[in-house]
């Protein structure tokens, strides 16, 4: 139940940085810390790795700490401001960059760049457009063969769980807009947007209420 309304909750706490990291680990009761341990561990030392939406820094550090070579990019400035400080403390700055950058920029990161591109709760952030984009860049950016790592809210397609997920969201909903000014929407039909671009996927995982997926796809384009 509490990872229906996630989302929202999430769009509130990254409203006031400081308290995020906090407030989604009791909202996901700690899951979100396994989920992306699991992630994770399809990163390999000295690869080159894009977190895309890093926020304060979940993904980022925990691939630093694999010994990866991060850069992490994110539009909240006061959530980088905390990966950064973060970064400092367990001394993994030396394995991260972190640049105040939207996914609309993404066009001008090099071909063949990064082995793994991984991106946690921000896809459900992004318009169907800038999600689009981002898919086909992540594609030309990442090298042949190489993963993208992703954890998300989705829109289930079983429609019984999809009237109860929105039935539960719909009054979260507007709390978070007076609140954060924010609209909200779960990612449609991800895993078929990531086979179109030509990814293969290697690995799905979704909860009960096919609300919350894990995904793990590899670029097969040819060198
Ligand atoms: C819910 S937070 C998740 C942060 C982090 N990945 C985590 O799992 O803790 C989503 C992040 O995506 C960022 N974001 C939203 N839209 C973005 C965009 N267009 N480009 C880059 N980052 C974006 C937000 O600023 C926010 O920090």
Redesign the pocket.
């Known amino acids: 139940m509490l990872e229906i309304s996630t989302y929202i909750w ?1 769009k509130i706490l ?1 409203s006031t940085p400081s308290r ?2 906090k407030g ?1 680990r009791i909202l996901t009761l700690g899951k ?1 810390d396994k989920i ?1 341990d699991h992630l994770t561990s399809y990163i390999k030392e000295g690869q080159k790795v894009l ?6 820094g ?2 980022t550090l925990r691939a630093a700490q694999r010994g990866a070579e991060v850069k992490g ?4 400035p006061q ?1 980088l401001e905390i990966a950064q400080k973060r970064a400092r403390e367990r001394k993994l700055s030396q394995k991260i960059e972190l640049h105040e ?4 920029e993404l066009g001008n990161e090099k071909t063949n760049a990064y082995d793994v591109i991984m ?4 896809f459900s ?2 318009t169907e457009d ?1 999600l689009i984009y981002t898919l086909k860049e992540a594609r030309r950016i990442l090298k042949p063969y190489g993963l993208i790592l992703i954890a998300d809210e989705v829109i289930s397609k079983n429609i019984p769980k999809r009237f109860f997920t929105w039935l539960i969201r719909i009054p979260l909903i507007v709390i978070t807009y007076i609140i954060t000014q924010a609209t909200t929407r779960g990612v449609k039909k991800l895993s078929e947007k990531l086979e179109e671009m030509g990814f293969v996927l290697e690995y799905i995982k979704t909860n009960k209420m096919e609300d919350f997926i894990e995904l793990v796809g590899r670029n097969l384009k040819k060198e």
């Open positions: 999430m990254e995020y990291d989604i979100i992306y977190d895309i939406g890093c926020g304060t979940a993904l990019i994110d539009v909240n959530m950058m939207g996914v609309a991106s946690g709760l921000c952030e992004l800038e």
